[in-house]
């Protein structure tokens, strides 16, 4: 047993050690990308534990001192504020999704998508074995953006595109800003609303900063009252980039608390869903999966 003892200290050792690295990311970008595995590095900590055997002070211990930088990470993100509404105002149903490119099951994706009825569908990664679908969903979501070669985003609605493109124009036509896929909404009887799409490369990634950076300032130089920007932004809440993006996107808010990753046992929110504040949240959850390695997100939003 005592090969098995030191396995559960070093185990519950490393996971304390990283869970209070992970803490550190707004002080050293290098040590943020440990912040979105925070959650694992808790269950690494509380599992040695059983392998390290009950001792009662150093188990307490042991399980103090990993549940509380999960504590400080975590809590915070659901105590945060989220403007709410009546459920009985009208309703925008929007579904954000990556696809992936390597999707197993296209079609059963697909039908996933139409089966939740959603007023707006914006996708990422569908460049890969998705790709012939996006026609079956132009049978069932009648108006869709045009994106170039090379673009792996999607934005379909049943309501009417006014306008839209893979990059942001200033009043003058002039494009400007990182690219993302755009589309203005008209729905009958209602106010136009805009939506765009991105997706940013992994924390492991410098662009990442860059990307976050880039498209925070170009947002800033458009109306965002009614504004919804959804995507695969491969961030946790708890890590500080995505703090850091919170407050540069204000007045936009996060409406989504939702795990989308990984598909087996969703438990990092990565997929997220900003709306300005015409908008208050009525609901967002996760979907059940199909062939992506990520779980759709589906928000719904009615005007404040």
Same mark, same amino acid.
């Given at each position: 047993?005592?090969?098995?003892?030191?396995?559960?200290?070093?185990?519950?050792?490393?996971?304390?050690? @990283?869970?209070?690295?992970?803490?550190?990311?707004?002080?050293?970008?290098?040590?943020?990308?440990?912040?979105?595995?925070?959650?694992?590095?808790?269950?690494?900590?509380?599992?040695?534990?059983?392998?390290?055997?009950?001792?009662?002070?150093? +188990?307490?211990?042991?399980?103090?001192?990993?549940?509380?930088?999960?504590?400080?990470?975590? $809590?915070?993100?659901?105590?945060?504020?989220?403007?709410?509404? @009546?459920?009985?105002?009208?309703?925008?149903?929007?579904?954000?999704?990556?696809?992936?490119?390597?999707?197993?099951?296209?079609?059963?994706?697909?039908?996933?998508?139409?089966?939740?009825? !959603?007023?707006?569908?914006?996708?990422?990664? $569908?460049?890969?074995?998705?790709?012939?679908?996006?026609?079956?969903?132009?049978?069932?979501?009648?108006?869709?953006?045009?994106?170039?070669?090379?673009?792996?985003?999607?934005? *379909?609605? #049943?309501?009417?595109?006014?306008?839209?493109?893979? *990059?942001?124009?200033? #009043?003058?036509?002039?494009? *400007?800003? !990182?690219?993302?896929?755009w589309a203005r909404i008209a729905p009958p009887g209602g106010d136009p609303f805009m $939506?765009?799409? /991105?997706?940013?490369? #992994?924390?492991?990634?410098?662009?990442?900063?860059? #990307?976050?950076?880039?498209?925070?300032?170009? /947002?800033?130089?458009?109306?965002?009252?009614?504004?919804?920007?959804?995507?695969?932004?491969?961030?946790?809440?708890?890590?500080?980039?995505?703090?850091?993006?919170?407050?540069?996107?204000?007045?936009?808010?996060?409406?989504?608390?939702?795990?989308?990753?990984?598909?087996?046992?969703?438990?990092?929110?990565?997929?997220?869903?900003y709306a300005g504040p015409h908008w208050g949240l009525v609901s967002a959850r996760q979907?059940?999966? +199909?062939?992506?390695?990520?779980?759709?997100?589906?928000?719904?939003?009615?005007?404040?």
């Amino acid at each position: 047993m005592k090969p098995v003892r030191a396995f559960g200290s070093l185990l519950t050792g490393g996971g304390i050690v @990283a869970a209070w690295l992970a803490l550190g990311g707004g002080r050293l970008p290098a040590l943020d990308l440990l912040a979105s595995f925070l959650p694992f590095f808790g269950v690494a900590a509380l599992l040695g534990l059983l392998f390290a055997g009950w001792r009662p002070w150093p +188990t307490v211990a042991g399980a103090l001192l990993a549940l509380v930088p999960l504590a400080i990470g975590i $809590v915070p993100e659901w105590l945060r504020d989220i403007p709410a509404v @009546a459920a009985s105002a009208p309703q925008v149903h929007v579904l954000t999704h990556n696809v992936w490119s390597g999707n197993a099951d296209p079609a059963g994706t697909a039908q996933a998508i139409i089966d939740a009825k !959603p007023d707006v569908v914006m996708l990422q990664e $569908v460049n890969g074995s998705f790709r012939p679908m996006l026609a079956a969903l132009g049978q069932h979501f009648l108006h869709a953006t045009e994106c170039p070669n090379g673009c792996d985003l999607a934005i *379909f609605s #049943r309501w009417p595109i006014a306008d839209g493109d893979y *990059f942001l124009k200033d #009043r003058n036509g002039r494009k *400007f800003g !990182p690219a993302l896929l755009w589309a203005r909404i008209a729905p009958p009887g209602g106010d136009p609303f805009m $939506v765009a799409t /991105l997706h940013y490369p #992994r924390p492991t990634s410098r662009d990442q900063a860059v #990307r976050r950076r880039d498209v925070a300032r170009a /947002l800033a130089r458009i109306d965002r009252g009614a504004l919804i920007v959804a995507g695969d932004m491969n961030l946790t809440p708890w890590a500080a980039a995505m703090r850091e993006q919170d407050r540069a996107l204000a007045p936009l808010t996060r409406m989504t608390r939702a795990p989308s990753w990984p598909r087996a046992l969703p438990v990092l929110p990565i997929d997220h869903l900003y709306a300005g504040p015409h908008w208050g949240l009525v609901s967002a959850r996760q979907l059940p999966a +199909t062939g992506s390695d990520h779980r759709p997100i589906l928000v719904t939003l009615a005007r404040r």
